[in-house]
């Protein structure tokens, strides 16, 4: 069964860092790209990069950059997404994400983790 | 960077409903478009990529449409399991903008 295993939950403290796990299970970890996605309480997807697991390119949107890193151990088949400088209003549930062209030309994420719960408290 | 908007925000609906909600981008993707589907509590999950192939073991009763600046998501006849929140997401470019989801409620 394919499928994306997360972390567990992270309390950290403002300005602190927090490092989540996304382990790929039932395929190997380098065929596809891994993305990170965040939703704080009650509000709405937002997506914050991508990684692929073979070559270990990277990006994120700007709002990022600069605090977020994202890394790869392919021994292991995991995925991990490091953020930085914690703020209040990172706390949010993060995912990671398979990313894959379906269709050709088109890109999709396909295969979800069950989220890592970050709070930040000040 | 591209923006997604979905109408409405959210909707009420019986079991037994048509149901259409709509995404606009702001400026045009062609059919880089996917729905995705999230239940409280859930990861999302993949209904339909480049706007209409149904993403495998998704029933026939979702229906993607649309090409360019607007698109539609419509579900024929709801049912219990299809109360959730709904987002659209587009493919085009970097970064993978979602919108802000519509919620379908009983």
């Known amino acids: 069964q394919v499928q994306l295993v997360q972390s567990g939950a992270e309390v950290k403290k403002s300005g602190a860092s927090v490092k989540v796990s996304c382990k790929a299970s039932?395929?190997?970890?380098?065929?596809?790209?891994i993305n990170w996605v965040r939703q704080a309480s009650g509000q709405g997807l937002e997506w914050m990069g991508w990684?692929?697991?073979?070559?270990?390119?990277?990006g994120s949107t700007q709002r990022f950059e600069g605090r977020l890193t994202l890394t790869r151990d392919t021994a292991t088949g995991t995925a991990y997404m490091e953020l930085d400088s914690l703020r209040s209003d990172d706390t949010a549930v993060y995912f990671c994400?398979?990313?894959?062209?379906?269709?050709?030309?088109?890109?999709?994420?396909?295969?979800w983790g069950q989220g890592s719960t970050v709070t930040v408290s000040s | 960077d591209i923006q997604m908007t979905q109408s409405p925000s959210s909707l009420s609906a019986s079991v037994g409903d048509r149901v259409t909600v709509t995404c606009r981008a702001s400026?045009?993707?062609?059919?880089?478009l996917n729905w995705y589907q999230q239940k409280p509590g859930k990861a999302p999950s993949l209904l339909i990529h480049?706007?209409?192939s149904l993403q495998t073991g998704v029933p026939s009763r979702f229906r993607g449409g649309g090409s360019a600046t607007e698109f539609t998501l419509t579900i024929s006849s709801l049912q219990p399991d299809d109360f959730a929140t709904y987002y659209c997401?587009?493919?085009?470019?970097?970064?993978?903008?979602f919108g802000q989801g519509t919620k379908v409620e009983i």
């Open positions: 039932g395929y190997t970890l380098s065929f596809y790209d």
């Open positions: 997401q587009q493919s085009y470019l970097i970064p993978r903008t």
């Open positions: 994400a398979r990313g894959r062209w379906l269709t050709p030309g088109h890109y999709s994420f396909d295969v």
């Open positions: 480049a706007v209409s």
């Open positions: 990684m692929n697991p073979t070559t270990g390119k990277s």
């Open positions: 400026q045009n993707i062609s059919t880089y």
